[in-house]
């Protein structure tokens, strides 16, 4: 056979396989809703209601990850989401331009909120913070070096809210029986799990490595654990998940209504959320996931970029056309009060 017949019958092959069936035809990125929508609890397992594991902290991964992981660990959002009040010497002028809070000022141990809003919040206890009612909103430009913001709210301490409502997302490894947390801030161990020490030998033994990071479904529930933030836990009532351990299916025992992924009342900042969370947990759309998008260490979005067009993307930009234009949202959450 020579040559060109050759090409020939290859490039015949190729066109003609998918039409046979032997190659699937590639799936439409960001799918519509699936013919067949599947049972997001279906796979794996999960651990509601089993104690916290014995994990590896931070700062012990940090003594190995210093060098490539601790700058921009400092600066991270989820390292910084509740904090020692004097990691934010900053905000300290701020705590007496009213009175009434001035008078909360001395008791105060810890900050909650990195970005936009800041909550007070007093150690009470093992595992546990008062939270006060009183709320900072900074402005929305954040270049300012000077912090200015203000306040609303009621200068009261509520010793219940935060194991309730506030430690699943905003802590970590909270006992399903008291509610207490083992670590304040978000350590490693929510997102990487329960890390074994032989990864240093074995990297795909850990969430995350460049050799585990492929699974969209186990990655979206990673994410999802603190991200949909109108869920409930079947087993505990509460709004965060209960001992959700990276690996686990969340579904399996929070509950969550996906049709907010076409709520257009919700702001786009949530939405896109809801919305690639369905495509992967009920369409079984794996094509696109958050970390196609989102580069967590470091904080960036220059990824999204060079992800084809698909129907998510009009969360925020134009259905067609160019990307230049972005569509402004505000965030907001009714379980977080703001
Ligand atoms: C189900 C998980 C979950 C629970 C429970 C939860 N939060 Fe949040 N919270 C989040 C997530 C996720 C964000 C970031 C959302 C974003 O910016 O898109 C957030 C953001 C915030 C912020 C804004 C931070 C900033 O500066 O932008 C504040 C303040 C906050 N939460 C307070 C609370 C309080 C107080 C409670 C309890 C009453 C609470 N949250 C309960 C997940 C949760
Ligand atoms: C909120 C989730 C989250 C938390 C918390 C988190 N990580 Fe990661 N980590 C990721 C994701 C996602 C990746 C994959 C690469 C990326 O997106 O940055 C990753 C990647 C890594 C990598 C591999 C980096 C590479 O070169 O690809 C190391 C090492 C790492 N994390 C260590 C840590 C350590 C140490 C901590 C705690 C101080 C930590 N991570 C906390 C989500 C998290
Ligand atoms: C005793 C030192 C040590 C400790 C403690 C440690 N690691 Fe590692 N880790 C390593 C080494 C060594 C590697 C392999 C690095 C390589 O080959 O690039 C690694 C690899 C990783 C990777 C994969 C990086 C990649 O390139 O894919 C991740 C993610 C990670 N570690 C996270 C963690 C987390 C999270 C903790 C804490 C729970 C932790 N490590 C604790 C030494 C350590
Ligand atoms: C254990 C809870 C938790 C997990 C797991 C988690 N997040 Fe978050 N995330 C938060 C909270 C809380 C905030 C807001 C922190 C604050 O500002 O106080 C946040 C903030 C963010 C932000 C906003 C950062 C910014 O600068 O605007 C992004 C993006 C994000 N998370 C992506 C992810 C991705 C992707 C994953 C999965 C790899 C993930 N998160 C896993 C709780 C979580
Ligand atoms: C198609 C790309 C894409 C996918 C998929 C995606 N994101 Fe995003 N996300 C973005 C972009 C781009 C932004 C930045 C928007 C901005 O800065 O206005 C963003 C913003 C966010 C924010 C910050 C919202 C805010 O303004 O406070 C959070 C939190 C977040 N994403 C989490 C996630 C999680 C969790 C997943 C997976 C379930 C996910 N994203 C999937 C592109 C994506
Ligand atoms: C959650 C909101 C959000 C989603 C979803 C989103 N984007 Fe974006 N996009 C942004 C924001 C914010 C910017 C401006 C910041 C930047 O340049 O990254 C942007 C910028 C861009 C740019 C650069 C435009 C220019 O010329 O300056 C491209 C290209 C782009 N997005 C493509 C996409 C694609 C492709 C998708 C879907 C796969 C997508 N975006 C989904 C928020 C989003």
Known sequence: MNNRILKRLLLVTVLLLPAVGLVPLAPG???????????????????????????VQGD???????NEIGPSWVKDPHALTVRYREAS???????????????LAPEVTHYLGSRHFLRLLKKDGYGKFALASVQ??????RQNATRTGTWSG?????????????????????DPENRTFSGFGLDCYTCHGNVDLDHTKDKSLVWFSKKRRSDAKAITSICAQCHLREGKSQSTGLPYPNNFIAGDNLF????????????PSLNAGDRHIWRNVRD?????DESIACLSC????????????????????SECHAAEGSFKEVRQYTVSSPLCGY
Request: hydrophobic share 35%; aromatic share 8%; glycine share 8%.
């Open 29 to 55: 990125r960001g799918q519509e809703p699936a013919a067949k929508p599947r049972d997001p609890a279906a796979w794996g397992g999960n651990h509601a209601g089993q104690p916290v594991p014995e994990y």
């Open 280 to 284: 992967v947990a009920v369409n079984g």
């Open 89 to 103: 010497p900053e905000v300290e002028a701020l705590l007496t331009a009213r009175p009434d809070i001035a008078k």
């Open 252 to 263: 399996q025992d929070f509950k969550v209504d996906f049709a907010r992924a076409d709520d």
């Open 154 to 174: 009621s200068p009261t301490w509520d010793r219940q809210t935060f194991a309730i409502r506030c430690a699943g997302c905003h802590s970590t490894g909270i």
């Open 294 to 313: 989102h580069q967590l260490h470091g904080d960036s979005i220059q990824k999204h970029r060079r992800v084809l067009r698909a129907p998510i993307c």
């Open 136 to 141: 900072l909103q900074f402005p929305a430009d």
């Open 60 to 66: 012990e991964c940090l003594f190995c990850h210093r």
